[in-house]
């Protein structure tokens, strides 16, 4: 979407904060009367404000930050270039409220929104006034839910959380109070309840939050997702929980899924083309957070530069080990766990090879030995992760085990510093294939071979889904957007409501239509895995998809598994929240969201302490809510001091 310069805007916008923001920034200049709040009584004026929340989206989306999403879960483990705060995340030791995730400036944005809502009304034609209205209800809706999943509300037992301010303020305070949940929730739902009742069902060349119909704003069925993620979230919390919860989740799921050709949403045949680069505006993508490109600058803030520029997607370059510095000689302990490297590297940074950043890697306890088991069958793993490297780098020779050379490797006669070039020909210096291997092996590979249970937080399978094939320069971040909402999502939720009512044929429906399609290989999707992972040629691919499509769907003892009612316990025996999660693995990722899915489920706790050896010793069941930040309790100044969340 065209996000517009809104210098203007701020000038009215930033003044109305509350207890997270206006507390931090009180201004003392005094707005101009035309503006505030009479702005909002215009198209354009509601149109900017509308736009500029969505710029704020990109920003809070776009940073290494985000890192608090995949951290502490069963997924990832803390990369070797995170920081303390990383591992703090990871492990939850020491964490509290100067170290949190500060998500509280969204506040800003809340207010903005209030503002067109309440004064939108003067806007005199009724299509446009009913659309922007609905923009802006989805996005409070949106923010509000993001924010109470991270920090909650009040209930009988927990005595903090997030505030709720509905209506525009006009002067900064610096009193506030938490809310209680069960009005937060019922704001949220009422948000996205008008919001997808009013919104277009799918996005025009005429939507003004959009680029020329380009975008992925929201839309009716976006709104009726996230209505129905509300609900499903809100019925796992006894304290607030509706007795109707589960089963309104699983109707909108169901009616999006009947419904998909008016919402103008699908699957792809192939999971590989849903995170192809053509397909980010795709059918099976419904709500982005957008970046722009790389030839808007004045949108993105991109510069083609070795910095990257600024206000870029990072999400790319998060989970990609330092191929760099990976050597290719057999030298003593080549084969130990963890592997010993040398530094005689067959390669060097590129632009296709991108930037390793190296915050996040694969905690191969779960997702390699677990969520990932299955690489014949299912394409997720090929499709996810990167597991080979072509030599890019002249007149580099190894060594084998016993001191001889392996040869000379053949490096990519293609290799480019200011273009994303796949690479031709060349040697392979680094592969990661899926079993063990001999050390006659490794000697007759002229690369280096890591193994699985070589895989460590240093060097590990790359994320490769979001590489972005227009950058020009190896430190360029991506202008892709994030995807926030996949169709396929509404089949996992549908899968998850079911579950949660115990529709136990229903749930099965639902992730069986995911994993038949997990099946399916093309001749060309072999060319972008190595030689030694699953794949399908022209003549065997009908075959072959058959008997793996057959192969995936749920067996008698997953089904059995599934009717295990959600046991959150920790050390309890596998159930078929179980099932559901690993399947959400497949499906997301990389995606920022698996410590959100481990707590709207109450196995954040259970499957950390199983699966993460550094937060076992630590984890809490008061951390499936972030502390509020230090800085955000300091602000408050007048009233009551603003409590802190328990266990902190």
Known sequence: ??????????????????????????????????????????????????????????????????????????????????????????????????????????????????????????????????????????????????????????????????????????????????????????????DFTTAATNLPATITGTNPFSAAGVGKSATSAVANAYLAKTYLTRGYNSEVAQPGDFQSAATLTASLISNKATYGLDLWQDYNDEHKPANDYGKENMFNIDYGGASDPTYTGYTLQGSGGSGINQLYVLARFNYVNTGVDNVTGIDAVPQKMSSNSAMLRDVYGGRPYTRLAPNKLYTMDVAFADQVHDCRYDATFQTYWICNKAGVSGTSS?????????????????????????????????????????????????????????????????????????????????VLMRFSEVYLMNAEANYMLNNITAAATSLNVLRARAAYRTPADAATVANNQASVTAANMAAVNSANAAAMLLTGTQLAQLAIPNNTTVGSAPCGMDLILEEYSREFYGDPRRWYDLVRTNQLVRRATKYNSFAAPYIQPYHTRRPIPQREIQNVLSGPAYPQNNGY
Do not use: W
């Not at 903090?160 to 900064?172: K, V």
């Open 1 to 190: 979407m065209k996000i517009f310069n809104r210098t203007n805007f701020l000038i009215a916008a930033t003044a109305a904060l509350t207890m997270v923001t206006g507390c931090k920034k009180l201004l003392t200049e005094k707005p101009e009367s035309d503006l505030y709040p009479k702005y909002f009584t215009t198209a354009g004026g509601v149109q900017a404000a509308i736009t500029g929340v969505y710029q704020d989206l990109r920003s809070n989306f776009s940073g290494e930050g985000i890192v608090y999403c995949y951290n502490g879960t069963d997924e990832n483990i803390v990369g070797g270039s995170g920081g303390n705060g990383a591992n703090i995340l990871n492990s939850y030791n020491g964490l509290n409220s100067t170290n949190t995730p500060d998500l509280l400036g969204l506040y800003t944005d809340i207010n903005t929104l209030n503002g067109a809502i309440q004064y939108s009304s003067a806007i005199t034609d009724a299509a446009t006034r009913a659309q922007y209205v609905a923009q802006a209800q989805f996005l409070r809706g949106f923010i509000y839910f993001y924010l109470v999943q991270t920090y909650g509300g009040t209930t009988a037992t927990q005595k903090s959380g997030i505030p709720l301010h509905l209506t525009y303020n006009t002067s900064a305070s610096t009193a506030d109070a938490p809310s209680p949940l069960s009005d937060i929730y019922n704001a949220i739902i009422a």
């Open 402 to 482: 016993t001191g001889t050379s392996k040869g000379q490797l053949t490096p990519a006669s293609n290799v480019s510093l200011s273009s994303y070039q796949v690479p031709i020909g060349g040697d392979t210096s680094i592969l990661m294939p899926s079993q063990d291997v001999t050390m006659a092996r490794r000697d007759a590979f002229k690369g280096v071979i890591v193994t699985p249970k070589q895989f460590n937080n240093t060097i590990f399978p790359t994320v490769k889904k979001f590489d972005d094939p227009t950058r020009t320069a190896t430190g360029d971040f991506s202008s892709r957007p994030i």
